[in-house]
């Protein structure tokens, strides 16, 4: 399934939302969502040391490449991974087929509260991220890059 | 795909860096990385061999200023070139939004070129891509060497849809930024065609 195209305040707002609850209700130390093309799309927790950016990036890596193990032994994903680390460990689940969540933890919380929080977020986004997609593909919509002109294209690269 | 998020108010775009094992993709990058403003960059990730040889991507992520108050993001990646990791490639050309083509330019290396380029055609048709519409750059790499193809035949044998195409040396720079602002335009006028 195709991650979103296009992301609106209001569904912005609600993914950050169960981001948020997401993180105290699991006692996380980040939790983050990314699409499947690695662009991420909220965070919540303990970012101020944090490179989200490579995170995702990296998430979505791997990810893509457990889906080709997955369609190689004809299964169609393997939705939920699990790292686990001296200090630190990581969750990750596939959300609708279409979006990353990941969770990282320490002591502080364990594995068998993560999996139970995330099993009911992951229903909750998964609503989020079905409606967000029929929303961006609804014809009425309109895309900021309407407004964009081949002089503003030009513009960006003139220094 | 690019992604636009209307409440960030960013438009994130991704270009693929394809072409034959030892073309200079991961050159390219790291000269990009090497010259780039601090604030306008992120981290360069190498997933590499102990050789240096991509194994999975390079992944750098670039800002490119505003367009009517939005946010530009580029994230360039490069494929690993050598034939046996191609199951690699056809997952780090997932989402694509623009590829540039990075060409061996050493007479011994024709063949590879060729190889590469059917190999990107097959990848992106088994994504529903077409190589004869999507943004899409050649760049002639290595120009530096001798014993190289002139760029009539390199044009002749691989620029088919006559693409903009750039001389380059990348291990210099010369060609590179050239390289990287021809391929982010043509996105940008796609992605405002596409979104009409
Ligand atoms: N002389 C010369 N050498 C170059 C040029 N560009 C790259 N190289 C060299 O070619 C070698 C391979 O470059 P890479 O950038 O690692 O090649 P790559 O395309 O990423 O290779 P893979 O990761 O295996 O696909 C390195 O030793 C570079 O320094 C160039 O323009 N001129
Ligand atoms: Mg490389």
Same mark, same amino acid.
């Given at each position: 399934?195709?991650?979103?195209?296009?992301?609106?305040?209001?569904?912005?707002?609600?993914?950050?939302?169960?981001?948020?609850?997401?993180?105290?209700?699991?006692?996380?130390?980040?939790?983050?969502?990314?699409?499947?093309?690695?662009?991420?799309?909220?965070?919540?927790?303990?970012?101020?040391?944090?490179?989200?950016?490579?995170?995702?990036?990296?998430?979505?890596?791997?990810?893509?490449?457990?889906?080709?193990?997955?369609?190689?032994?004809?299964?169609?994903?393997?939705?939920?991974?699990?790292?686990?680390?001296?200090?630190? $460990?990581?969750?990750?689940?596939?959300?609708?087929?279409?979006?990353?969540?990941?969770?990282?933890?320490?002591?502080?919380?364990?594995?068998?509260?993560?999996?139970?929080?995330?099993?009911?977020?992951?229903?909750?986004?998964?609503?989020?991220?079905?409606?967000?997609?029929?929303?961006?593909?609804?014809?009425?919509?309109?895309?900021?890059?309407?407004?964009?002109?081949?002089?503003?294209?030009?513009?960006?690269? $003139?220094? | 795909?690019?992604?636009?998020?209307?409440?960030?108010?960013?438009?994130?775009?991704?270009?693929?860096?394809?072409?034959?094992?030892?073309?200079?993709?991961?050159?390219?990058?790291?000269?990009?990385?090497?010259?780039?403003?601090?604030?306008?960059?992120?981290?360069?990730?190498?997933?590499?061999?102990?050789?240096?040889?991509?194994?999975?991507?390079?992944?750098?992520?670039?800002?490119?200023?505003?367009?009517?108050?939005?946010?530009?993001?580029?994230?360039?990646?490069?494929?690993?070139?050598?034939?046996?990791?191609?199951?690699?490639?056809?997952?780090?050309?997932?989402?694509? %939004?623009?590829?540039?083509?990075?060409?061996?330019?050493?007479?011994?290396?024709?063949?590879?070129?060729? *190889?590469?380029?059917?190999?990107?055609?097959?990848?992106?048709?088994?994504?529903?891509?077409?190589? %004869?519409?999507?943004?899409?750059?050649?760049?002639?790499?290595?120009? %530096?060497?001798?014993?190289?193809?002139?760029?009539? *035949?390199?044009?002749?044998?691989?620029?088919?849809?006559?693409?903009?195409?750039?001389?380059?040396?990348?291990?210099?720079?010369?060609?590179?930024?050239?390289?990287?602002?021809?391929?982010?335009?043509?996105?940008?006028? *796609?992605?405002?065609?596409?979104?009409?």
């Amino acid at each position: 399934m195709d991650a979103p195209s296009l992301m609106f305040e209001e569904e912005f707002e609600e993914i950050q939302r169960v981001c948020d609850k997401l993180y105290s209700d699991a006692n996380g130390k980040v939790v983050f969502i990314v699409d499947k093309n690695g662009q991420p799309i909220a965070a919540a927790g303990e970012l101020e040391d944090l490179d989200l950016t490579s995170l995702a990036t990296l998430t979505a890596g791997n990810i893509a490449a457990t889906g080709g193990m997955a369609s190689l032994l004809e299964e169609s994903e393997f939705s939920t991974q699990f790292h686990e680390g001296e200090n630190t $460990n990581i969750h990750i689940q596939i959300i609708g087929q279409r979006v990353i969540l990941v969770v990282i933890f320490d002591q502080r919380s364990s594995l068998g509260l993560v999996r139970l929080r995330v099993r009911k977020t992951s229903v909750e986004l998964t609503g989020i991220f079905d409606r967000l997609v029929s929303k961006a593909e609804s014809p009425g919509v309109k895309s900021p890059l309407d407004e964009i002109t081949d002089e503003d294209i030009e513009n960006l690269f $003139n220094d | 795909m690019s992604f636009i998020n209307i409440a960030s108010r960013e438009i994130n775009c991704k270009i693929v860096y394809y072409g034959p094992g030892l073309c200079g993709k991961t050159t390219n990058l790291q000269y990009i990385y090497g010259h780039t403003n601090p604030d306008a960059k992120g981290k360069m990730i190498s997933l590499a061999t102990e050789t240096d040889r991509t194994l999975f991507f390079d992944f750098l992520p670039l800002s490119l200023g505003e367009i009517r108050g939005f946010k530009t993001r580029f994230h360039l990646y490069t494929v690993p070139g050598q034939v046996f990791y191609n199951a690699s490639r056809k997952l780090i050309l997932k989402g694509v %939004d623009g590829v540039v083509f990075v060409v061996d330019s050493q007479i011994d290396r024709l063949e590879a070129n060729i *190889e590469s380029v059917e190999n990107l055609k097959e990848n992106l048709n088994e994504q529903g891509y077409d190589l %004869d519409r999507i943004p899409y750059i050649i760049q002639y790499n290595k120009r %530096d060497l001798t014993h190289l193809a002139s760029i009539e *035949e390199l044009h002749e044998l691989l620029n088919h849809r006559s693409v903009p195409e750039f001389e380059a040396v990348a291990t210099m720079g010369i060609g590179v930024f050239e390289t990287l602002k021809a391929i982010a335009k043509l996105v940008f006028l *796609e992605l405002k065609k596409s979104h009409r």
